[in-house]
């Protein structure tokens, strides 16, 4: 038997969070790496072939279905009940063939009914025989062959010893071959829609798995059986190829595409992390999907940079699966909820996240629409040579996810129109600006305490314009804040685009415009952090637009859906290991004033303030610690006033000022209120070009 102190671990309860980068990587960059490859091996599943474009007519069928049954062979002997969920995606009509994948699980019998299942997983290859195609009603026989992998997640089977209060993390798992024959039916519900049931015998054999802990010899084969039932989905059913839509890049249109490359970036990504890093989280299966739904929502403690910087980074790669198969904007905003949502309740064995889900699906569609754009401003699908290597290079980047569509169905390199909008590619108003110089952060009321001086390089983009627009889809203005500290990496991203919008003025010329508004905020460095996901109202005013001098303001009032800021406080007394919180969460509201005055169309004087409140209920210790609990909440302000000089056409000298101030009051005698000041001061070169405007992003 385990130990004490692990018999009274995760048994029967999820384990702590803390320290895990979800979906399974160290870090986000790390991360980032693995979204890549996962998304270049899943665009596979969805394209014909490479060098071809799949059109209307391909019979492609995307399968879901649930599965019981019972079990046999050596693995039987202690093992029952399989549940699965089957999920696979095949092409043709009378003959099919194609590839899928099978999560399943198997609960332990008596007397170890009560510890964790034990997951089977199959990846496989499929064929087979579909009679009366053209009927309602389609019999069918299927072969399957594929990779088997075995691995346990009770406690019972940890095979390295590990310190008292650290996360169990490994049980071994054993790979081998399975082999399966379903045989069933589909009922048609629709032209594209039909109930799929069906029988199934699967048989496995793996490496030889160690039964010692439950009093058994080793084993390495096994056996299972049952009925399946779900649907059938042919996305491009009663669609010919003259008839399907495209987007103004050319990429067809198609929810089962776009479905398919969501559904291939999760698995890639889960079974990634599942062989190379054999962690407890990633042993998923259908017993595992229904405890995190019985268990809801709860509140993680993982890294500031994971939640505010991985999280949207990964819904925006669920957005684009909409978005590079051609869906619009509020198609693909499901497909990053989905695909949130898919992820806390199956790609991982932790309770589902509350902050994730909003991060990712929320800051997913604003971190995705921006990424969306940028990469749309470097293609040119009529470029040729080098020129067009770079263009998709750089594309592949900002978008790995529109990139790999685009290699697998040939449009990376075939010549072909460019979208007839300008606000599909480059807009008229369009203003870039690079910063490049050293700044200085400094902690209380001064520089006298202040950190290291580093250099930095920023990137601001103004997209489109509030009031000149003739087209207003969402996004067609936005503008983005970004900058690199060569000491903290990223250290601020900040994007606010426009979902709705209306100008409003006489002659042409509009002086007012209202916007429905979308923010993402992330602010990470060596002295503060803060980030955001918020929707509110933007209202811009600016004078004459025939002047050579004109003033731009704008004033903001936002609603918080989840505001995130990193833990900072004292404690009044030592309360030995209580674990406490690394970042606290809650929804607030908040507001904003800019300006910038420009001449011939530069911002010479630029000026913003935000202000920022949150209320988290759950503050300073992590839920459950007995009798420590508190809330609290956090005032939040940052101003900044920067000056530009004109020195050569493009090029001017800056200087800018930033000043953070927050005050944090806390609801527990535990913990002391707290207040900070945090100055910053940046002296730049800058160089500005893009639009006929020039720099139009400093408000």
């Not at 062979?73 to 696979?88: I, V």
Request: aromatic share 12%; with cysteine.
């Amino acid at each position: 038997m385990p130990p004490s102190w692990l018999r009274g671990g995760t048994i029967g309860r999820a384990p702590r969070r803390r320290g895990h980068n979800t979906p399974g990587v160290t870090s986000p960059h790390q991360l980032m790496r693995t979204w890549i490859v996962a998304i270049l091996v899943a665009v596979g599943v969805p394209a014909v072939a490479r060098g071809t474009e799949p059109s209307a007519s391909d019979s492609w069928v995307f399968s879901a279905t649930f599965g019981a049954g019972g079990a046999g062979g050596g693995y039987g002997s202690f093992l029952e009940k399989p549940l699965l969920l089957d999920l696979n995606a095949s092409r043709g009509r009378a003959w099919r063939f194609g590839a899928g994948v099978q999560f399943g699980s198997l609960s332990m019998k008596s007397p170890y009914q009560d510890e964790l299942e034990w997951g089977h997983f199959e990846t496989y290859l499929l064929g087979g025989r579909v009679f009366r195609s053209g009927q309602s009603i389609r019999p069918y026989l299927q072969l399957r062959a594929g990779l088997a992998r075995s691995h346990p997640r009770s406690e019972l089977f940890i095979t390295e010893s590990i310190n008292p209060g650290d996360i169990p993390t490994l049980t071994k798992a054993v790979n081998g071959f399975g082999i399966t024959l379903q045989s069933g039916f589909e009922l048609a519900l629709s032209p594209g829609l039909a109930l799929d049931v069906g029988g199934f015998w699967n048989a496995y054999r793996t490496e030889d798995y160690d039964l010692s802990p439950v009093g058994l010899g080793p084993v390495g084969d096994g056996t299972e059986w049952g009925l399946k039932a779900g649907l059938a989905w042919r996305p491009l059913a009663g669609t010919s190829a003259s008839e399907q839509e495209h987007d103004a890049w050319g990429a067809p249109r198609s929810w089962g595409r776009a479905s398919a490359t969501l559904l291939g970036i999760n698995y890639v990504v889960a079974m990634f992390t599942e062989y190379t890093r054999n962690r407890e989280f990633t042993q998923i299966s259908p017993r595992s999907f229904w405890e995190n739904l019985e268990r809801g929502f709860e509140q993680d403690d993982d890294t500031f940079k994971t939640n505010q910087l991985a999280h949207p980074w990964n819904g925006g790669v669920y957005f684009n699966s909409g978005r590079a198969n051609g869906l619009d904007f509020w198609s693909s905003s499901s497909l990053a909820l989905a695909g949130s949502f898919m992820w806390e309740c199956c790609g991982e064995t932790h309770p589902m996240s509350a902050n994730d889900m909003v991060n990712t699906a929320v800051g997913g569609v604003t971190l995705g629409e921006t990424l969306y754009r940028l990469s749309s401003l470097v293609l040119d699908n009529q470029a040729t040579g080098a020129s067009r290597v770079a263009r998709e290079t750089a594309a592949a980047f900002l978008n790995p996810t529109r990139e790999g569509l685009r290699v697998f169905s040939s449009r990376a390199w075939r010549q072909g129109p460019n979208p007839e909008s300008p606000y599909d590619k480059r807009p008229p108003d369009l203003g870039l600006r690079f910063m490049t110089g050293a700044r200085a952060i400094g902690e209380g009321d001064s520089f006298s305490d202040s950190r290291e001086t580093t250099g930095f390089l920023a990137v601001d983009l103004d997209f489109g314009s509030a009031w000149d627009n003739t087209r207003r889809r969402p996004f067609d203005r936005f503008d983005l804040a970004s900058e690199w500290n060569f000491q903290d990496q990223l250290g601020r991203l900040q994007i606010s685009g426009d979902l709705w919008s209306k100008a409003s003025g006489s002659g042409g010329r509009p002086r007012h415009a209202l916007a429905l508004t979308q923010y993402y905020d992330y602010v990470d460095n060596e002295a503060y952090k803060y980030g955001g996901q918020s929707v509110g109202g933007t209202w811009f005013f600016r004078t004459n637009p025939a002047s050579t001098t004109v003033l731009e303001t704008r004033l903001d009032a936002y609603g918080v859906i989840i505001g995130a800021i990193n833990a900072d406080f004292e404690l009044t007394r030592d309360l030995g290991q209580a674990d406490l919180r690394r970042n606290e969460y809650g929804p607030g509201f908040g507001a904003g004033f800019g300006l910038r005055l420009l001449r011939s169309g530069r911002a010479l004087l630029s000026a913003r303030y935000r202000f920022n409140f949150i209320h988290a209920s759950s503050s300073v210790f992590e839920a459950g610690e007995p009798g420590l609990e508190s809330a609290a909440d956090h005032s939040i302000h940052e101003g900044w006033l920067r000056l530009v000089v004109p020195v050569a056409s493009g090029l001017g000298l800056g200087v800018d000022g930033t000043v953070f101030l927050r005050n944090s009051r806390y609801s527990s005698p535990l913990v002391e209120d707290s207040e900070r000041w945090d100055p910053q001061l940046r002296v730049f070169l800058a160089w500005t070009g893009g639009g006929p405007r020039g720099d139009r992003r400093d408000q």
